[in-house]
């Protein structure tokens, strides 16, 4: 396809340009948890229709909608996350292609809108390296975990994550697709790098981590290695709501 190479990653599932670079905006919406149904139907309906046409003119890439598992008692607010996969090279656009839609039919959905959400943020990242899941279906579970580079550490990091961590990681029967993501905007975040691990289920996760192995020579220096380059900052769960391809 116009030379390009089509792989599958982030946020579940995507395709890599063959330089292996491409955007992945992550669009938070804190959204009353009365209309949280009431804002999955709208999207369902209009703009997951709207990213399905944008991926087939070749204007984007992907488009995915997950739903943030808090960890706080609180529900009266439930936060979607939407993720844009987009080529470095190429704007997003959002619009009525086609006019798919009437504009009275979009005012509606968008006065809706103003009245479930509460508030909103973006982050773009850059996807910088990783593995892809071996079947075209996408995992359920995204894991993201923030971390932050340690002072002139940001190259070395990236090309510790890439080029030693990746392949190990490769190897587990439940990490289904894992990715490196830098974090472009906003500067004043408290992270550099997004490490995003997917799994089929939670149950696949939480198995993942019940054994508790010994670690050898090599692993201990691996992780003072890792240690002496970065910071956690914060965990994010995410479970799959919607996607397009």
Same mark, same amino acid.
């Given at each position: ?11 579940? !599932? ?21 209309? =949280? ?12 229709? &709207?990213?399905? =046409?944008? !991926?087939?003119?070749?204007?984007? !890439? ?16 439930? &936060? ?31 006065? #809706? ?31 993201? #975990?923030? &971390? ?47 490490? =995003?691990?997917?799994? #089929? ?14 670690? #050898? ?8 290695? *890792? ?10 769960? *995410? ?7």
């Amino acid at each position: 396809m116009k030379n390009k190479i089509l792989l599958i990653l982030l946020l579940s !599932i995507t395709y890599v340009t063959a330089q292996g670079e491409f955007y992945v905006g992550l669009h938070y919406f804190k959204v009353k948890s009365e209309y =949280a149904n009431q804002f999955i139907e709208d999207e369902k309906n209009y703009y997951s229709k &709207i990213h399905k =046409a944008r !991926i087939d003119s070749g204007d984007k !890439i992907a488009w995915d909608m997950w739903r943030l598992q808090k960890n706080d008692m609180d529900r009266s607010e439930t &936060i979607f996350v939407f993720a844009h996969l987009q080529e470095i090279n190429k704007p997003l656009r959002m619009g009525n292609p086609k006019k798919m839609f009437s504009e009275s039919e979009l005012q509606m959905v968008r006065k #809706n809108r103003r009245k479930m959400v509460l508030g909103s943020k973006f982050i773009q990242t850059v996807f910088k390296g990783g593995f892809v899941p071996s079947s075209g279906t996408p995992p359920k579970i995204a894991i993201l #975990n923030f &971390i932050d580079a340690k002072a002139g550490k940001w190259y070395d990091l990236e090309n510790t994550l890439i080029n030693e961590i990746s392949p190990l990681v490769k190897k587990s029967n439940y990490i289904k697709s894992w990715g490196v993501h830098k974090i472009v905007s906003p500067s004043e975040d408290d992270s550099d790098y997004i490490i =995003a691990s997917f799994y #089929n289920s939670m149950n696949d996760y939480y198995s993942r981590r019940i054994k508790t192995a010994k670690p #050898n020579k090599s692993g201990i220096e691996r992780m003072e290695k *890792l240690s002496s380059m970065r910071d956690y900052v914060r965990q994010e769960v *995410l479970e799959l709501v919607l996607s397009e391809r």
